[in-house]
């Protein structure tokens, strides 16, 4: 029988989530189990998308990545990969109703990711709406359980959350972005000569995004607002961290929370949700 491969499938996913993100991996956690599975599966789409366009530097990255958008729709449209990751994820779009639209999204970002190195303003938006805003509403569409007045009412602290999670990521990732991949994300923003006014001026965004998002995770069902929780006070330490330091050290380091002080947010978020102090 076909549950025998979706248990391991499942199992791949989860484990793909283990091996690149701790932090990720403890929202999870945090999360009811019948969430758990089906956002390990979004988590692991993204992530192997992700590695084609910034890691496999000595391979065609397009024809992977057209391989595997090719691969992505067939399975959802046959409800069924052999690749296990995709096996999962199409299991968690065609029960939870992912919409297709986010899907390209995401994969036009990736696309972006292999052919651009600077961004516009306009450019600069449809990246971060793929990359990261699309993949906060495909989590939401999982916690609503089909609900579409709450998905709608969330929609927009949703994809607040995913650009403040991404902006975030790009402070801290900075260094290895330019040096490494050759990229620059932030329009209007010389990296060679990036100073304290661009770090603020990019900081008072995220702070806004931030302020937003805590509206939405308040309003979120009880079985998905305690791991959301975590993931965004997770980010918002990293980012505190981020915004004490001077700009030569975001531009030659890259910023990090140890996993020992990743499990003692873990227990504050706990304790501070379960206390309704949100």
Same mark, same amino acid.
């Given at each position: 029988?076909?549950?025998?491969?979706?248990?391991?499938? +499942?199992?791949?996913?989860?484990?793909?989530? @283990?091996?690149?993100?701790? /932090?990720?991996?403890?929202?999870?956690?945090?999360?009811?189990?019948?969430? !758990?599975?089906?956002?390990?599966?979004?988590?692991?789409?993204?992530?192997?998308?992700?590695?084609?366009?910034?890691?496999?530097?000595?391979?065609?990255?397009?024809?992977?990545?057209?391989?595997?958008?090719?691969?992505?729709?067939? +399975?959802?449209?046959?409800?069924?990969?052999?690749?296990?990751?995709?096996?999962?994820? @199409?299991? +968690?779009?065609?029960?939870?109703?992912?919409?297709?639209?986010?899907?390209?999204?995401?994969?036009?970002?990736?696309?972006?990711?292999?052919?651009? !190195?600077?961004?516009?303003?306009?450019?600069?938006? @449809?990246?971060?709406?793929?990359?990261?805003?699309?993949?906060?509403?495909?989590?939401? !569409?999982?916690?609503?359980?089909?609900?579409? /007045?709450?998905?709608?009412?969330?929609?927009?602290?949703?994809?607040?959350?995913? /650009?403040?999670?991404?902006?975030?990521?790009?402070?801290?990732?900075?260094?290895?972005?330019?040096?490494?991949?050759?990229?620059?994300?932030?329009?209007?923003?010389?990296?060679?000569?990036?100073?304290? +006014?661009?770090?603020?001026?990019?900081?008072?965004?995220?702070?806004?995004?931030?302020?937003?998002?805590?509206?939405?995770?308040?309003?979120?069902?009880?079985?998905?607002?305690?791991?959301?929780?975590?993931?965004?006070?997770?980010?918002?330490?990293?980012?505190?961290?981020?915004?004490?330091?001077?700009?030569?050290?975001?531009?030659?380091?890259?910023?990090?929370?140890?996993?020992?002080?990743?499990?003692?947010?873990?227990?504050?978020?706990?304790?501070?949700? @379960?206390?309704?102090?949100?």
């Amino acid at each position: 029988m076909k549950a025998k491969f979706d248990n391991l499938s +499942a199992f791949v996913s989860k484990k793909t989530t @283990q091996s690149y993100s701790t /932090s990720f991996s403890l929202g999870i956690m945090f999360l009811d189990k019948e969430f !758990r599975a089906p956002v390990y599966a979004v988590y692991g789409f993204v992530r192997f998308a992700d590695e084609i366009v910034d890691s496999f530097h000595e391979y065609d990255k397009k024809y992977l990545l057209d391989k595997f958008e090719q691969d992505t729709y067939e +399975a959802i449209e046959q409800k069924i990969s052999l690749n296990p990751v995709l096996n999962s994820f @199409q299991f +968690a779009v065609n029960e939870y109703g992912i919409e297709m639209e986010l899907i390209d999204a995401f994969l036009q970002s990736m696309e972006m990711d292999i052919r651009e !190195r600077e961004y516009s303003d306009g450019g600069y938006k @449809q990246y971060i709406l793929g990359s990261a805003e699309v993949v906060g509403l495909m989590c939401l !569409r999982i916690f609503v359980r089909g609900d579409i /007045s709450l998905y709608n009412s969330l929609k927009p602290y949703a994809m607040k959350l995913g /650009s403040a999670f991404q902006k975030v990521n790009f402070l801290r990732d900075i260094k290895a972005d330019y040096n490494d991949l050759g990229r620059s994300y932030f329009p209007g923003v010389n990296i060679k000569a990036f100073s304290m +006014a661009d770090k603020r001026m990019i900081e008072k965004e995220i702070d806004l995004e931030f302020k937003e998002a805590l509206s939405g995770i308040r309003m979120l069902p009880f079985g998905s607002r305690r791991g959301v929780y975590l993931a965004y006070f997770y980010y918002k330490k990293l980012f505190l961290r981020i915004k004490r330091l001077p700009v030569e050290n975001i531009l030659n380091e890259r910023v990090r929370i140890s996993n020992g002080y990743k499990f003692l947010l873990m227990i504050n978020s706990y304790l501070r949700h @379960q206390l309704n102090m949100l």
